[in-house]
């Protein structure tokens, strides 16, 4: 799920220890100008914003007196790489889909998949969103659920507010954590990635109080131990991002040796994460594209003469290539990358295979 940029840096995020007070984390705070006794000296500000956004008194009272300052948080959010705006060279889409499109993740998708497959069914009817890609991106972001984050996502929000280089967006989310808990999810419920990711979908608090939705009837949208919750969840996501019933993510297509590209750069420009928008040509209907010569892998066109999809060869000419629908552009708006939006639609083909 993104924070910056995008709604996913969980990969990150999970692959690091908890420990708030990590000997280098602590140290890089020190050399930073940071401290436990600036946090505290900060968090005035912060509980009257609080205050002002309108989350209860009790609350505000029984977490502000146990808020502690992560140096582990903030030396993991500056060690974060800037993306591929400073590299000339883009890595092989290989080696990332082995990791995220395995044997083992389609084998687990596929027995969630079937064990659920008549609530996914009446989720993806309510929705218009296909219950493989739910279940994809459940695999995706936490592996079924079996990797969540265990920072306590108050003490890691605080500590970037206070931080400061990207202060509102932080405040934002701490306070929209602080509205979880009023609605009666616990302190101790609220664990994730250090940059605020949670639950099984590794939504930003501020997404879950927009989207997060009841799956299995009870009543409530508890995105960290329902899994239809959390699968209802992903696809009120992708419904209000603009997914499009009954139409593929992409597929892989053959470009002939002797394709020409010219004329086919994208004349758009993405407001967001531009170089993997880029990446893509301009949009042409399938049997323009038919009539240049690419053809799909599988043999028949997924997809009708006149929908409009884009070329992406993410490892350049001569290797797999893919056209791709409005509803890759949706996985994208889940995670700026083409890589893993990529892997998120093979992975969704695989498990209802």
Same mark, same amino acid.
């Given at each position: 799920?993104?924070?910056?940029?995008?709604?996913?840096?969980?990969?990150?995020?999970?692959?690091?220890?908890?420990?708030?007070?990590?000997?280098?984390?602590?140290?890089?705070?020190?050399?930073?100008?940071?401290?436990? *006794?600036?946090?505290?000296?900060?968090?005035?500000?912060?509980?009257? #914003?609080?205050?002002?956004?309108?989350?209860?008194?009790?609350?505000?009272?029984?977490?502000?007196?146990?808020? #502690?300052?992560?140096?582990?948080?903030?030396?993991?959010?500056?060690?974060?790489?800037?993306?591929? *705006?400073?590299?000339?060279?883009?890595?092989?889409?290989?080696?990332?889909?082995?990791?995220?499109?395995?044997?083992?993740?389609?084998?687990?998708?596929?027995?969630?998949?079937?064990?659920?497959?008549?609530?996914?069914?009446?989720?993806?009817?309510?929705?218009?969103? %296909?219950?493989?890609?739910?279940?994809?991106?459940?695999? @995706?972001?936490?592996?079924?659920?079996?990797?969540?984050?265990?920072?306590?996502?108050?003490?890691?929000?605080?500590?970037? *507010?206070?931080?400061?280089?990207?202060?509102?967006?932080?405040?934002?989310?701490?306070?929209?954590?602080?509205?979880?808990?009023?609605?009666?999810?616990?302190?101790?419920?609220?664990?994730?990635?250090?940059?605020?990711?949670?639950?099984?979908?590794?939504?930003?608090?501020?997404?879950?109080?927009?989207? $997060?939705? %009841?799956? %299995?009837?009870?009543?409530?949208?508890?995105?960290?131990?329902?899994?239809?919750?959390?699968?209802?969840?992903?696809?009120?996501?992708?419904?209000?991002?603009?997914?499009? @019933?009954?139409?593929?993510?992409?597929?892989?297509?053959?470009?002939?040796?002797?394709?020409?590209?010219? $004329?086919?750069?994208?004349?758009?420009?993405?407001?967001?994460?531009?170089?993997?928008?880029?990446? @893509?040509?301009?949009?042409?209907?399938?049997?323009?594209?038919?009539?240049?010569?690419?053809?799909?892998?599988?043999? *028949?066109?997924?997809?009708?003469?006149?929908?409009?999809?884009?070329?992406?060869?993410?490892?350049?000419?001569?290797?797999?290539? !893919?056209?791709?629908?409005?509803?890759?552009?949706?996985?994208?708006?889940?995670?700026?990358?083409?890589? !893993?939006?990529?892997?998120? $639609?093979?992975?969704? %083909?695989?498990?209802?295979?």
């Amino acid at each position: 799920m993104r924070i910056i940029g995008t709604l996913a840096v969980a990969a990150l995020a999970l692959a690091a220890p908890a420990s708030d007070l990590a000997g280098e984390g602590a140290a890089l705070a020190q050399a930073s100008g940071l401290s436990q *006794a600036g946090f505290q000296a900060y968090l005035p500000q912060l509980r009257a #914003q609080a205050q002002a956004a309108g989350v209860s008194q009790a609350t505000i009272a029984s977490v502000f007196s146990n808020l #502690q300052f992560s140096p582990r948080t903030v030396e993991l959010d500056r060690a974060q790489p800037g993306g591929t *705006a400073g590299s000339s060279a883009i890595p092989a889409f290989a080696p990332y889909e082995a990791k995220h499109v395995s044997a083992n993740l389609i084998a687990r998708g596929q027995q969630r998949y079937r064990a659920n497959l008549a609530q996914l069914r009446t989720i993806g009817d309510r929705y218009g969103v %296909d219950p493989s890609v739910m279940i994809a991106i459940w695999g @995706h972001e936490t592996s079924y659920g079996a990797v969540t984050g265990d920072f306590d996502l108050l003490n890691s929000l605080a500590s970037l *507010a206070y931080e400061g280089r990207r202060r509102e967006l932080f405040t934002d989310e701490f306070i929209a954590t602080l509205k979880m808990m009023d609605r009666g999810f616990s302190r101790g419920e609220l664990k994730g990635s250090w940059a605020g990711a949670t639950g099984y979908p590794q939504f930003l608090p501020s997404v879950y109080l927009r989207l $997060g939705a %009841d799956g %299995d009837g009870d009543g409530r949208a508890n995105i960290w131990s329902s899994q239809l919750d959390a699968l209802a969840s992903i696809a009120n996501y992708f419904d209000n991002a603009g997914w499009k @019933h009954n139409l593929t993510w992409g597929f892989k297509v053959n470009v002939p040796s002797s394709f020409s590209r010219a $004329g086919l750069s994208s004349e758009l420009t993405s407001p967001r994460c531009p170089r993997v928008h880029e990446r @893509h040509t301009k949009w042409l209907t399938a049997a323009e594209w038919r009539q240049r010569g690419i053809m799909p892998q599988a043999g *028949a066109w997924p997809v009708a003469d006149n929908e409009l999809v884009s070329l992406l060869e993410p490892d350049g000419p001569g290797k797999t290539a !893919y056209l791709l629908t409005t509803n890759y552009r949706t996985i994208l708006d889940y995670n700026c990358s083409n890589f !893993y939006a990529l892997s998120v $639609g093979l992975l969704a %083909d695989a498990v209802k295979r």
